[in-house]
């Protein structure tokens, strides 16, 4: 029911450790995956991205990783800040006829203590 | 550069009444996009224009949800008349053409938090 959308997975860190998010998507044919930040009362900010054709992408202090034959991403967050403190996305965008139509993952709360 | 603007940020309404959110994209974004939000979960998207064509409307109910950008800037998102469970964030977010088709980054606005009672 819409009970099990509020049992979001959570992170929590001390300030300065490194943070791993992680994503399991179903569709074997995304080709393009972007991680999304939410922050209370905002909308989803973009973070980074990274297409099938790579398996890492660096960005500021933000790494992700994409494994092709699991299904897998995730998103490393270096020396985690309070103001990393937020609801993670990732999503998935399957191309083909369906472009243009991301499918976001569940979510995962991040919880940075000073 | 301004982000995506939507208005109004916050609506009550009683059940059975319209509701209406409006949108306006950044600047030389031609693509528009359309999502509902629930409370924990994704968002989900209801509908997608490519300047001032809906290229895809498969998620949108259109028994009640009906959305229009005439220009091809500007995009309105109707609700008439209201359900209980039409409460959820309603967000807009713009996109321009990226390397290959499917690969545009989405930008978000803050989104309508709307309220059915």
């Known amino acids: 029911g819409e009970s099990v959308g509020l049992h979001l997975p959570t992170l929590s860190v001390q300030e300065g450790d490194n943070s791993i998010i992680n994503c399991a998507y179903s569709?074997?044919?995304?080709?393009?995956f972007i991680w999304y930040k939410q922050e209370s009362g905002k909308g989803p900010q973009f973070i980074i991205d990274i297409r099938s054709n790579m398996d890492k992408r660096q960005g500021q202090r933000v790494t992700v990783l994409l494994n092709k034959t699991v299904k897998h991403l995730s998103l490393q967050i270096a020396a985690t800040q309070p103001g990393d403190s937020a609801v993670y996305f990732c999503?998935?965008?399957?191309?083909?006829?369906?472009?243009?139509?991301?499918?976001f993952g569940q979510g995962t709360i991040l919880t940075v203590h000073p | 550069e301004a982000g995506v603007v939507q208005s109004p940020r916050y609506k009550i309404i009683e059940k059975k009444q319209p509701v209406a959110f409006w949108c306006n994209p950044i600047s030389g974004h031609n693509t528009l996009y359309w999502y509902r939000q629930n409370l924990g979960q994704g968002p989900e998207l209801l509908i997608r224009?490519?300047?001032?064509?809906?290229?895809?409307d498969s998620q949108l109910p259109k028994d009640r949800f009906s959305a229009e950008r005439l220009k091809g800037v500007d995009s309105t998102l109707k609700i008439q008349p209201a359900e209980l469970g039409d409460s959820a964030v309603y967000l807009c977010?713009?996109?321009?053409?990226?390397?290959?088709?499917?690969?545009?980054?989405?930008?978000f606005g803050p989104g309508t938090r709307l309220l059915v009672l």
């Open positions: 569709n074997s044919a995304s080709d393009y």
């Open positions: 224009y490519e300047n001032e064509e809906a290229v895809d």
């Open positions: 999503a998935e965008n399957a191309g083909g006829t369906s472009y243009g139509k991301l499918t």
């Open positions: 977010a713009s996109s321009v053409p990226g390397q290959g088709k499917g690969q545009e980054t989405q930008y």
